[in-house]
């Protein structure tokens, strides 16, 4: 019936970037927005309105084949529209259509406004395509998409030097993934003969253990990519170049998360090999605690948000790697809400402070911006993990599940402890930093709260914050029946039974939170002087922190500095003698075959008359003696 | 023996006439030696018993494309300044190659004997079966050539229409 | 009778009459007449090839021939009176401009 329909969740964007591409600059300003954000509102009306079937339990997903583009190998415009499509899309044009929103206000009075919204939407199509898709060709073709819409995003205000660089950074470090999930689709191919993932899936345990174990790498390899693991992650915090609705919608809410919603829907192959499982979920820890640690020292607003993004995507990868899907896909839900909200409030203060970043220059914001410092604290407390907002319960689950499968993850178990406390304690810092405190801002800026249109998303936010996690709680397993149709005939990993250990390990957790938070708040709630010597006190091991471990600095003399140079010796020592000389030597010798050629050219009609007739008595000739 | 004296006397009126096509130095001559070849051709094809096609080749040629190419000269005005000695590079090498060639392929089919002047010759020819009448023609043009004679009615058509055309050229600045 | 051979010859002479004449002439309607020989030429070998083969057909296709010849003279003649018209002369070695 309406899941007839459901093609119009992707049609919907897609029409409001075309025909904002062609008719967006006749708009007037907030128009362009409008029309982009109702897009995208509609869609996920639509979205939920299809979803209503799973809900009240008469569909379990269902596969809609729209247009039979490649059959023989399994590649149609097909959408698969299950339970784990349905939550994906509800996060994506649900969270998306609040920063569309957002993004009215935040994005006044630039002079691209409706190029910006034209690239929203066609992200929001593109991020669509990909967890709607029903076979690999088009989650790939949805896959680069996005990534596309990334770089064209950070890339948004190219004309600084910083922001292109950081959008080239994107795509070439993406194009790394992408190229392991390329060789996993055709591993995938080669044995099934098929991408359609009814196909692959239906009949997963035909794949070998070796097999199993190689796409279920590759696959990491390509989500590393998009979601920024280790060592994929690097792009993820110089993305930030871009404007905040962006860091919020793409490098927050959706966009980073595809690599987890490939892993959570490749589970029926991840299943198969032990050996993917525990170097999915090693990944996510090492990714978890070595982000936290940076975020932990970064002065940028949005570098901190940006490293606790990975973060927390490292979370998600723990989960799935440890075979536990619905926790893995419930956190990356919560998480879209907090992240998101917390984007949009450091947005709304980079925005008031006149693009300032620095959260040494802030401070004291919480009575001229009292929405955004509540959402955001909010959004904080979420993050740390206090019942009972929504990161609780999933950071919660995640660990729990950990703990329940016990051997090398429980040392991972050990891993996400310490690192939510360093989330906590970090979080608490930017919070304390940018809200309480004296004043350190310029003195020509005048903090003021946002228009309507930017609290309103924040509020919403919050709002999702706060209840968002309460859908799959010990009390109320409401996520885990929701998506049960999608895990069908797989085993999912889920945290220990029985109340008590549910206590002893959530209240664990909670100590760690609320120690961080603590102790973040008794070091920086503080004068600035005070606060520093704190900082200082770490020694070199801060500046390493601040620095991300020089990461940057290594891949540059490691990979960028000899790939530069290599490039450089293949364009001037190979290209263009061999193969430039190759090229011109052709057209050398066309050109002086030509030059012969030019005596018949006389211009002489009569010339011509007599190289015709030789041509001809020749023939004749040739014909008599022959013939 | 008529066929034998006429084929004399027209053949070398034929031949006389197409020199004076080549050889005169004013235009009208050679179309006067044109017109002589025609109409000698035209008996020989009279000997052939192709009365229509002689009768259209003295009407149509003879009369309506010599009268054209009259006027023409006309128009254009009686051109004696036509320079006689060659002037283009390796064009006397070309006509001698080209007259020399004829002369090699006439010689080599003549001595050589491969060729048989018509190959497919009947050792007695049926005149009434080439007894070219206008029933005699008109049947097969629409019956088995019905085709080309539709393309020549188009090329016809197109022809006309290029020649409106190019006389209706104008120079841009009159 | 005489044998068909002698027409062949005869026709031969004045194909090659024309070609060389067309070959040597630079007065564009002379040159035109040489085609017109060669033309007639050959119209002379179709019809007394297709007597001795007992054929009409060669009549017939001396018909298209001389159809397709009026079409052309129409056309040259228009050529050359354009030509003419611009150029002020009849001589082809005046136009040399496409020479590569």
């Not at chain 2, 392929?105 to 020819?125: C, D, E, I, K, M």
């Not at chain 3, 007639?40 to 179709?46: E, I, S």
């Not at chain 3, 056309?75 to 040399?96: E, K, N, Q």
Request: neutral net charge; contains cysteine; charged residues 10%.
């Amino acid at each position: 019936m309406i899941t007839e329909y459901i093609w119009l969740v992707i049609a919907l964007p897609l029409a409001g970037a075309v025909f904002l591409h062609f008719f967006g600059r006749f708009l007037k300003a907030p128009l362009p927005g409008v029309v982009a954000s109702l897009a995208i509102a509609g869609a996920f009306a639509v979205a939920l309105v299809a979803t209503l079937p799973f809900l009240q339990g008469t569909d379990h997903g269902q596969g809609i084949l729209l247009w039979e583009w490649m059959p023989a190998i399994g590649a149609n415009l097909e959408i698969l529209w299950d339970p784990l499509a349905a939550l994906m899309t509800l996060v994506v044009t649900g969270v998306g259509a609040l920063i569309h929103a957002f993004a009215i206000g935040y994005m006044h009075g630039d002079d691209r406004f409706h190029r910006f919204f034209t690239y929203l939407n066609l992200f929001a199509a593109s991020m669509l395509t990909l967890v709607l898709a029903g076979n690999f060709a088009m989650l790939f073709l949805g896959w680069e998409l996005v990534g596309l819409c990334s770089y064209l995003l950070i890339g948004f205000w190219f004309t600084g030097e910083s922001a292109a660089g950081a959008a080239k950074k994107a795509f070439v470090v993406n194009r790394i993934g992408d190229l392991g999930m390329l060789v996993a689709m055709m591993i995938l191919f080669a044995v099934f003969g098929t991408l359609s993932m009814e196909g692959i899936f239906g009949e997963a345990s035909q794949l070998g253990a070796g097999l199993a174990t190689a796409v279920g790498l590759l696959l990491l390899l390509g989500a590393a990519g998009k979601s920024a693991q280790i060592p994929l992650y690097v792009w993820l915090p110089d993305a930030m170049e871009g404007p905040t609705p962006v860091s919020a919608l793409i490098h927050a809410a959706t966009m980073v998360t595809a690599g987890v919603y490939l892993i959570a829907r490749s589970a029926p192959i991840i299943e198969l090999s032990t050996t993917a499982q525990v170097t999915i979920a090693t990944v996510g820890a090492a990714t978890a605690i070595w982000a936290a640690t940076i975020a932990l020292a970064q002065r940028d607003i949005k570098k901190v948000l940006a490293y606790s993004t990975v973060s927390q995507l490292g979370y998600m990868f723990m989960a799935v790697g440890a075979t536990a899907y619905v926790a893995g896909i419930f956190h990356l839900m919560t998480h879209a809400f907090f992240k998101a909200l917390l984007f949009l409030g450091a947005g709304a203060v980079i925005h008031a402070l006149n693009d300032e970043q620095d959260m040494r220059k802030m401070g004291g914001l919480f009575k001229k911006m009292p929405v955004t410092a509540v959402t955001m604290g909010i959004a904080t407390l979420a993050i740390s993990g206090i019942p009972p907002l929504a990161g609780f319960w999933s950071k919660d689950e995640i660990l729990g599940s950990l703990f329940n499968r016990g051997g090398w993850f429980s040392v991972l178990w050990l891993v996400g402890l310490i690192t939510a406390f360093i989330t906590a304690f970090y979080m608490t810092r930017q919070w304390v930093l940018v809200f309480l405190g004296e004043p350190r801002w310029a003195d020509d800026a005048h903090p003021h709260e946002g228009p309507r249109v930017m609290t309103v998303p924040l509020v919403v936010l919050a709002v999702l914050t706060m209840v968002g996690g309460l859908v799959n709680t010990p009390l109320r397993f409401t996520l885990e029946h929701f998506l049960e149709p999608a895990f069908e005939g797989v085993r999912v990993l889920h945290p220990p039974a029985g109340w008590l250990m549910f206590a002893v390990l959530a209240g664990i957790s909670v100590l760690a939170g609320v120690g961080g938070i603590g102790a973040a708040y008794l070091a920086y709630n503080r004068p600035k002087e005070d606060w520093e010597r704190f900082e200082s006190g770490f020694g070199r091991v801060w500046g390493l922190w601040e620095d991300a471990y020089g990461v940057d600095d290594i891949y540059g003399t490691t990979l960028v500095a000899p790939g530069l140079k290599l490039a450089e010796k293949a364009a001037f020592k190979v290209d263009l003698p061999a193969i430039d000389g190759a090229v011109n030597g052709l057209g050398f010798l066309v050109r002086r075959a030509g030059q012969g050629m030019r005596v018949f050219q006389t211009g002489q009609v009569r010339n011509y008359a007599a190289f015709l007739m030789v041509a001809t008595l020749l023939l004749m000739i040739w014909m008599v003696v022959g013939g | 023996m008529v066929e034998a004296v006429l084929f004399v006397l027209m053949g070398a009126g034929a031949i006389a006439g197409a020199l004076t096509v080549v050889l005169a130095r004013n235009p009208v001559y050679s179309a006067m030696g044109l017109l002589a070849t025609l109409f000698s051709v035209a008996v020989l094809y009279v000997v052939h018993l192709a009365h229509a096609v002689a009768a259209v080749q003295v009407i149509v040629y003879a009369g309506a494309v010599m009268t054209l190419f009259l006027f023409v000269i006309m128009l254009i005005g009686v051109d004696k300044s036509e320079v006689r000695d060659e002037q283009l590079p390796h064009q006397r090498a070309l006509i001698l190659g080209v007259g020399l060639l004829i002369v090699v392929l006439a010689a080599a089919v003549t001595f050589s004997g491969s060729f048989v002047w018509v190959p497919a010759a009947v050792a007695s020819p049926n005149p009434n079966l080439t007894n070219g009448t206008i029933q005699a023609i008109a049947e097969p043009l629409f019956t088995d050539w019905v085709l080309a004679f539709e393309a020549t009615a188009l090329l016809l058509t197109i022809a006309a229409a290029g020649a409106v055309a190019l006389a209706h050229y104008r120079r841009r600045d009159t | 009778m005489v044998d068909p051979g002698w027409y062949m010859a005869l026709a031969a002479s004045l194909f090659g009459i024309g070609a060389v004449g067309l070959l040597m002439r630079r007065s564009v309607l002379v040159m035109f007449m040489c085609i017109e020989l060669m033309l007639n030429a050959v119209n002379l070998t179709l019809i007394s090839a297709g007597r001795a083969m007992n054929d009409i057909n060669g009549q017939v296709a001396v018909f298209f021939i001389l159809v397709v010849a009026a079409a052309e003279v129409v056309v040259g003649l228009a050529i050359i009176v354009s030509i003419f018209r611009l150029r002020s002369t009849a001589s082809v070695d005046d136009l040399g401009e496409m020479q590569g």
